[in-house]
């Protein structure tokens, strides 16, 4: 979230690691409860769906602690060694969400299909259920309360555990048939449903690192978001023209470099205003941090090659 971002949600620097802290702690814990309750009752009962909603959770817990310690390292200062600051560590912190739940998804696969081939040994128990609806009932507190923050910090890091959390309740529902599957007689069903789970869980990482990647690597937004920044520029009444525009990611801000051309008869004081507007205006815009403006004096018809190219 840049600068500008979280001045706009009423909040400095210091609120929004504040609250970004409570959210990573408090997802910290509520994984941790729910790890505890599915573990202890799979293996009292031999359940390999709640083995493999619990061991999710280990990922989880791990991804939360990750955020927890370098997320928060984005809302620091520019320094000598990070003159841009440190809005690439929160997407690397989520592509580390990303790879070890793609990691730990592939093993529980190995694992349902292992219990499908040579056949589930697993015992039903009301305490199954009563794990499996404390889990789910976990997780959607943990989901509402970290996107509630979230609407304030602006956080992907946060984004990733909230979306986690959101599909912890799915997977608890599959888990939960496989469940119901023994009590009918069918204990294969368990089984079935872990490997559910685990397609769930691959998923899910594969999503998270997808989208942390592009910050990443500094990839260009939307067509969207690109025409907004050159419909902010062009609007201004002093500028006739924009050329060589380039937006992309830094981190999870976009970064924007661009000339554009003005009245060439202007004073310095004058095109300086002009150029203080105009990056004024970009940063007020959502997600948009540092701002690289080039102002050349119209007529000299670089702006209509550009387009014409």
Known sequence: MSDTAVAEAGLDAD???????????????????????????GLAFGSVALLADAAHSVADLVASVVVLVWGRSVYDDPDESHPHGHQRVEPLAALFVGTVIVLLGLNLLYDSAQGIIEGPSVLFSPLLVGALAFSMADMYLLYRYTVRVNATVGSS??????????????????ALVGVGGVFLGYPVLDAAAGGLVSLLVVYQGVEI??????????????????????DALRSHPAVSGVHDLAVFYD????????????DGELTLVAAHTIETELVASLQSMEDVGDVHLHLDPEGIG??????ER
């Not at 890091?157 to 599959?174: G, H, K």
Request: glycine share 6%; net charge negative.
């Open 209 to 230: 690192g997808r989208e942390n990647v592009s910050y990443l690597i500094g990839a260009a937004p939307s067509d969207e978001q690109r025409r907004a920044v050159a």
């Open 251 to 262: 981190g999870t801000d976009l970064e924007v470099e661009a000339h554009v051309e003005v």
């Open 302 to 307: 670089e702006w209509k090659e550009a387009a």
């Open 15 to 41: 609120a929004a690691r504040r609250g970004f802290t409570r959210a990573s702690v408090v997802n910290v814990l509520g994984n941790a409860i729910k790890i505890a309750v599915e573990a202890a009752a």
């Open 157 to 174: 890091a946060l984004d990733a555990l909230a979306i986690d959390c959101r599909n912890d309740i799915y997977t608890s529902v599959a």
